[in-house]
């Protein structure tokens, strides 16, 4: 199985494994999409630009706020939240989840997933 | 200097075709700039002052100024346009952003200095026409590449200040400018 292959089953399994998370996606923090389970709709290289700028933002804000180093960025809108949490190695991870989610939940298991990313990376 | 800017300054003064012999009819032209360059940077500094949006910049420093200013009259014909030339030209663009200057004027700025060092050349040279125009064209090749590197200066400072402050890496910033709009 390729690495590409591996990041795509671990970025499923946070989707099969938490109802509540509807599509995730491993972004570089140039913007660059690595892998991504989206829907089909989805324009992947606005949300990779997106992600990774929200994540740069928010890393340099935590800093800047001596808030220290930042652990996730949440954007909560009124149907759901994005979460993007830093993966390192120089890619983050990216979560949609209906507004239903509970983020306690979803930091773990991205957390989780991010660990996995890290042994494929 | 960055050496990818060095490229690209070399790249650019092949895309001019920015010989030997304009270097040579530049150096031509230091007693004009001798000459007129003085009278034209006063009437440089008279319409700097006219326009609200150019005198902010000058107003008190104006005697510091046309020193500064003359002198870069006289490096436009010095003969030398290597990597301290782009140098000194690149700090112009950045401190043309320090002060808040936006780039237009910077053009603007460059069109008044073509226009009259082109009517100091056609007159000094009123004899020979011919000659006048290829001078003039080595003329407009600096001016040309001037404005090159001070809005590239200026683009990159302004693009690096961005990054500076948000943390975002230029990388990414270049990512995204490529993403079409919606």
Redesign the interface.
Same mark, same amino acid.
């Given at each position: 199985m390729s690495r590409v292959d591996n990041l795509n089953r671990i970025l499923r399994g946070l989707l099969s494994g938490s109802p509540d998370v509807e599509a995730s996606a491993l972004v570089s923090?140039? *913007?660059?999409m690595i892998a991504s389970a989206l829907p089909s709709h989805v324009d992947e &290289?606005?949300v990779? *630009?997106m992600s &990774? &700028?929200l994540s740069?933002?928010g890393?340099? &804000?935590s800093?800047e706020l001596e808030r220290g180093d930042m652990q996730e960025v949440l954007v909560r809108g009124e149907d759901g939240y994005a979460v993007m949490l830093s993966t390192g190695l120089g890619t983050l991870l990216l979560a949609l989840a209906s507004r239903q989610a509970k983020l306690g939940l979803l930091f773990l298991d991205m957390r989780r997933a991010a660990e996995d990313i890290k042994k494929v990376l | 200097m960055d050496p990818a800017i060095i490229k690209l300054f070399d790249r650019m003064k092949s895309f001019l075709d920015f010989s030997h012999a304009d270097v040579e009819r530049l150096v031509a032209l230091q007693p004009i700039i001798e000459k007129h360059g003085p009278g034209i940077t006063n009437r440089f500094y008279e319409r700097l002052s006219k326009f609200s949006e150019t005198a902010k910049f000058i107003e008190g420093r104006v005697d510091e100024l046309r020193v500064a200013h003359v002198a870069w009259l006289r490096s436009l014909v010095g003969g030398v346009y290597d990597e301290n030339y782009l140098a000194s030209r690149w700090k112009i663009g950045v401190t043309h952003v320090r002060i808040g200057l936006d780039p237009y004027w910077v053009e603007g700025v460059m069109s008044f200095i073509r226009t009259a060092v082109l009517a100091a050349v056609t007159a000094e040279m009123r004899g020979d026409p011919t000659n006048a125009g290829r001078h003039a064209a080595s003329f407009l090749k600096a001016c040309d590449l001037d404005i090159f590197i001070i809005n590239l200066s200026y683009a990159e400072d302004r693009l690096d200040r961005l990054a500076s402050?948000?943390?975002?890496?230029r990388?990414?910033i270049e990512?995204?400018i490529r993403?079409p709009k919606k």
């Open positions: 923090e140039d *913007g660059l &290289a606005r990779a *630009g &990774a &700028a740069s933002l890393a340099r &804000a800093m | 402050f948000t943390g975002v890496k990388s990414l990512t995204i993403i």
